[in-house]
């Protein structure tokens, strides 16, 4: 039987920013926050990064729905030192604490040539490389770890202990777009395993065990089992690292005792930690150093660059917009829908 070609809506990045900041308003948010989320998910649209674009927006819809991220929520930032900034999300979005905050870390990084962004209590932030991205298109390298609920076998065990865990870093490149590296301590992200099983596709060997701590390329068991690390021991040692950084210094949920980001009405409570230092104060010229070594690398050693990719998509979709399946776009203009109510 021929497959039929998915139907989908094409949308200009400001409408798509306009659909999603009325649809957060619609589950629940105040503008603050529906802004604040809205526009990382149609960033990571943009980039060409759809597993935690629009698709992810509605796990956020959801969840504003069902009170797992409180939609009013006033983030409480202290600065218990002048280059440290701590953040209790209060159970909203992971995104509102730190746009509120953004030019004073970024303007502290550059007078103490280093500051802290450390947030608690609140719920999964999607992307990681929109946070550290930004700070280095503001001309700062930044580092940047998060946590969730636990997905991710440990070393050595078969019981997840640890979310997928991911870990970025951006830095300035003169005359170019910003090196922005983000991925996941685990084989794959979670967005990948659940979106195989809705579709039915297996997944490659190494991704998760099932239930009864088997490999499997069955996506369904492996939503029934758990995640593993990449690299085996190695990879759920920086998943480990991440998670210290990420919940132990904020004082998070470990992500073994998180609740859900799909079910019930509890917050996650998750945590994320950054980083962000001037690289100017200690090299003036490391933003030309980074270009030049970037063009090195890609062009005589082949050397896949991470950035670049997304630099390119979101001129694309500047000019074009973006396509999105018209069930997705029906699914978000529902929530849309109930602003005007």
Known sequence: MPQTKTET???????????CIAAAIGAGASE???????LA???????????????????????????????????????????IYLSDGQGGAAHTGFDRNFQEIAKAARLFGVTVFSQKNAYTCGSLGYFTGRLAEA????????????????????????????????????DGPPLVIDQSSSATAFVNVRKAAETGEAIPEGWALDAKGKPTTDAKKAM?????????????????????????VSGANWSIDAPSISEGHQTPGTGLFIVALDPKLFDPGFETRMREQLDRLSS?????????????ARARSEAGGIAIPAALHARISEFAARQAE
């Open 139 to 174: 001309g700062l390298v930044a580092l940047a770890a998060t946590n969730g609920p636990a997905l991710v076998a440990g070393s050595g065990s078969t019981k997840p202990v640890y979310c997928t865990n991911p870990i970025s870093l951006a830095a300035p490149a003169a």
């Open 224 to 248: 029934k089992g758990v995640l593993l690390a990449f690299g085996g021991a190695r990879g759920a040692n920086v998943a480990l690292m991440v998670e210290v950084l990420a919940a132990g």
């Open 41 to 83: 998910a149609v960033a990571a649209e943009a980039d060409g990064q759809a597993s935690v674009g629009l698709s992810h927006y509605v796990d956020y819809l959801e969840a504003l729905e069902a009170g797992r991220i409180n939609g009013k929520a006033e983030p409480v930032v202290s600065r218990p030192a002048l280059a």
């Open 300 to 312: 005589q050693y082949h050397v896949h660059i991470p950035g670049p990719a997304k630099a390119v």
């Open 32 to 38: 603050e926050t529906a802004i604040s989320i809205a």
């Open 9 to 19: 809506v094409t949308l200009n990045l400001e409408e798509a920013r306009n659909l």
